[in-house]
């Protein structure tokens, strides 16, 4: 069954959602979130479905946000805004458990989709980072959840160096659960997840949520209503402009 750009596969009470969009490397483009959005409604109404496994095809799990065509006018950067930060949350609003199958590049938009999830399982070859700041940008899912996850510091220096972190140095951070060989990532994903739906499922769903008590409310809107406003500066049109032209931007820094 195929959503959007999303292959959707369900087997022994394990739904599959495989990110399917190499040429953009699974950016965050309609096709993608419209897929997971449906695919994600088919895992809650379906009975037979206990654990949900999101992955991508090719060298990347998900590169981030597709910004080609966004228009830096108020309204429609405010839009943009809510509809990605509420997309960015819907492994969290899954009543069940999520786990992602990091198998490459998992950055931007995609890594805030990866920690929105309950799990992390992470092929040797992954790399994670926010490297919003390169386009005078900022993380608006994760500028909120990632010094949950990681502490102050190292939050603070992965959005201000905009770098880019190993699988092992993020197991190190605490920022996913498990670093495994590449060619074992599916099964070590499906190990998981096997484990969990071997437990009872309201167990299960009532730890996700009281892990998960107390996220959203007001400080996803702080996120929503304060991250509009970088877009209209000259720093970000010049930093998207030159994501667009593939060449390096030049800041004027005020």
Known sequence: MRFGKVEYE???????????????????????????????????????????????????????????????????????????????SIGERVVKPVIAAVNGLCLGGGFELAIGCDLIVASEKAQFGVPEAKLGLLPGFAIVRLPQIVGRAKAKEMMMTAESISAEEALRWGLINKVVPHEKLMEEAVA?????????????????????????????????????????????????????EKRKPVFNRK
Do not use: W
């Open 192 to 244: 998981l997840a096997d484990k969990i739906k071997a437990l009872p499922r309201l167990t299960m769903q009532l730890a996700k949520s009281s892990a998960n008590r107390g996220l959203g409310g007001e400080e996803m809107n702080y996120a929503r209503d304060t991250m509009p406003f970088l877009f209209v500066t000259e720093d970000v049109k010049e930093g998207v402009t030159a994501f667009l």
């Open 10 to 88: 369900k087997k022994e009470g394990i739904a599959f959602l495989t990110l399917d969009n190499q040429a953009q490397l699974n950016a965050l483009s309609p096709g993608i979130r419209e897929g997971l959005t449906r695919g994600f409604e088919e895992v809650e109404k379906d009975d037979e479905v206990d654990v949900a496994i999101v992955t991508g095809t090719g060298r990347a799990f998900c590169a981030g946000a597709d910004i080609t065509g966004l228009k830096f006018d108020p309204h429609s950067v405010k839009k943009f805004m809510k509809d990605i930060i509420d997309f960015l």
